[in-house]
């Protein structure tokens, strides 16, 4: 074949390639906030919070079984954890202590000894508390904590008495 006629097939080739994926693209089935049936309470709350950022879908969470977590890198690994224990029981451990509101909710974060952890702890309810944790190694604590702050926040805005 001579390299007028190779370059056209290549060329022909490349824009069937590039058509198919393009349709493939955009027959794709979008990731949608709505939860899947079967899925634990955690990662229903997780989903919608997951698609709005952008990350991965939710999974059960190696930290705990009561937890969901979704990973996008260059933001890190975003875990929610669900806990029977009111706020004040729940929010503990290491770190810098700040007391904060989402939605009027009330909330804690810790920003963690470790570099690259941040947690938010947001209370759900007279007993119930929800953890947020937010760890990445390609950033200082203080952007980590800024983005579990976003994450939090969209958490608390769907919770049952949350205000706008």
Partial sequence: MDR??????????????????????STATPATDQAHPDEPPACKMLRPVSVELGLGEPSVS???????????????????????????????????????????KSAVMLMGALNGVCKV?????????????????TAMTPQVCTDVKTA?????????????
């Avoid at 939090?152 to 706008?164: D, F, Q, W, Y």
């Fill in 62 to 104: 190696g930290l705990s079984d009561r937890g969901c977590s979704s990973y996008k890198y260059r933001f890190g690994t975003l875990t929610l954890m669900l806990d029977d224990r009111p706020l004040a029981d729940a929010a503990t451990g290491d770190g810098t202590r700040t007391e904060l509101q989402f939605h009027g």
């Fill in 121 to 137: 702890f947001l209370d759900s309810g007279e007993h119930s508390s929800i953890e947020l944790r937010l760890g990445r190694t």
């Fill in 4 to 25: 007028p006629r190779a370059r056209n097939v290549l060329t022909a080739a490349a824009v069937a390639a590039a058509t198919l994926t393009l349709a493939s693209c």
């Fill in 152 to 164: 939090a926040e969209k958490v608390a805005a769907r919770l049952p008495g949350a205000v706008s």
